[in-house]
DNA sequence: TTTTCATATGAAAACGTTTACATTCGGCCG
DNA sequence: CGGCCGAATGTAAACGTTTTCATATGAAAA
């Protein structure tokens, strides 16, 4: 391996001439400076990360811990952190904590040290598992978490909202059977979905099917409806891969969507425009998302003292033919369409 | 920041005890392990990764590089990096090219001394350009590249031979006259999915049609077909993206699949079962492509003289209805089917 | 009792940088 | 012509670990 000294060495200067030179930052001569670069070239010197992390105390990196990499929703993730992150000549670590909360403490561990802040999505992740695993001086930003914006960043999508949105939207069609699949029971997104929903629809007759965002659980909470002796009006699902699992078995039933019965879901992941027919639902830009985290944990970095944003993104609903909509003209996924924004939450703290 | 000093003072030992005590590997009393790790636990000490990395020449992490983020093949891909590198305890530093040359020379020299070693798949990256901007002393993985494999250890998947039973197979459903949707002109994949086509399809009616990948360009070579005067009896697209943009333009203008026309795509995304009809596609296991490399650049790290290894990954035809199959039952994302395998290809060198 | 030896612990070097401080050098002003 | 100043460069400390080598301690062997 080739080093800062032999460079020097090579070039006939010290080690903090070479350091300078290739930094760019102090007084150099034009002169030397091109010796130094030409030599550090030719040698194909690359600094030792390490070596540079631990003086300057910065590791241009920052860690994303997700409860899994599995699915749509945290490719656009990521995909969304990682533009941000290039565009600020930062490296991207990624972890994910399967589930497990142990697994979580151990990767918030391992990572600590190697980054200059974190990305915490995790539903095991609260205010007691963060003092406790969590060094207060590493900055970090929570996103979509039930953990209070008082101490912590946060950045929640608005599931409240966007729920209340979807559900008056379903209302407006004429819906007035309304049955809302549930997420998992300590989900806090799927908790706040179906609070937006019940406000929603207090006036409506209502049921509620137990879900956990899985696509087979959609399945088997469509099978149900078909058997059942009185089916509701519209089913709106906590997420889209329930609903695509629902409309399937819906479907393979013989019923007809959405003249027998509309449909919904929450996410807007690419499949849902796919599906036969196209998916009604409420768009959350996830990359949006792992953007403005980023740039939440930045701007916390620069300013370690500032106090913590708790930040909410809005959602907006799309509406297509699953919920009554004709089959529009084709759209590939590049070409997403502005639909219509419902009510705005915005910044909160 | 708790330091290792700040235990050894705490704990009345020095900081040499404290290592060993922590990395359990010397001899240490097991009362001074334990009241060691009870002041560790109690200050919560976290090692500086960084500190350790600098004198074990380890940083327990492994990079990534590749050409985007975006998309269902890339999630699938860092999946199952991920689910191989947390079994070895590695973190994972994940970093796209983006279509750049210069990107991707960043990227790569921004990654040197951060890793043990490095994941590659880029299209621009051949072996003059690994010859410049990759220092030989960072084991290496090179996935789905036309860089040989003698200098350098390669995972390819077997697009040759999956293009080629696919176009069996439609051979054998008695399409005669079948139309190929070409990807990228400089993409290796591409080309190697093409030379399987020409090679199986000599006995057949062939036409060549210009795609790049994108779901668009394969709307387009379908608004071609419906325009064209003879139509071919099956399409067989490059990827499955083409192919959905196909299918789409196809169905909008009324035609039906595969009754008037036959389809087929290539990657198996999870897209492909949710069309209407489903796609029948070459399946290649893209996690197990994640993992297949980062087992190889673990065996590489671990001995960095052995010769490299250029291995191939099997496909498999997946017969759905959009090449005629009836309807199946309903099947999970999560309960793939085993189709037959075509040829096996296996280890080359 | 003395010698030997294993075992537990400590002291200090090393890893490759950056940077505060010291040094050199030439030119300018008095 | 001498002292001073600023620019360019060098010296060495510091960052937080691991690890080699040395040392102390006690037990077993003689």
Redesign the interface.
Known sequence: ?VTIKDVAREAGVSVATVSRALNGSASVTAQTRRRIAGVAARL?Y?????????VTRR???VGALLPD????F??EL??GV?VAA?AR?L??????S?GDAF?AATAL??????VDGLLIMSPHVDAGFLREHL?P?VPAVLMNTSVSGKHYATLNIDNYGGAHAMTRHLLDRGYRDIAFITGPADNFDAAERLRGFRAAAKSARTQLLRGDF???SG?RVGKQLVAAKQRPQAVFAANDMMA??CL??LI?AGLRVPQDIALAGFDDI??AR???PPLTTVRVSIAALGQGALEQLVARIDAPDAPPRARTLDCEIVSRASSGLAAGP?Q???QRPKSRKHHSSGEIS
Chains 1, 2 share one sequence.
Not at 48 to 54: D, K, N
Not at 69 to 72: D, K, N, S
């Open positions: 391996m194909r690359v600094p030792h990360g390490a070596a540079r992390s631990l590791t241009q990196t990499l599995f699915g749509e945290f490719s990521i995909r990682d290039r000549g490296q991207l670590l990624v972890s994910s399967h697994e561990r391992a990572m600590q040290g190697r060094a001086s899985s696509e087979e399945y695509i699992g399937f078995a393979e690419p499949i796919y599906v036969n084709y590939s996924l590049h």
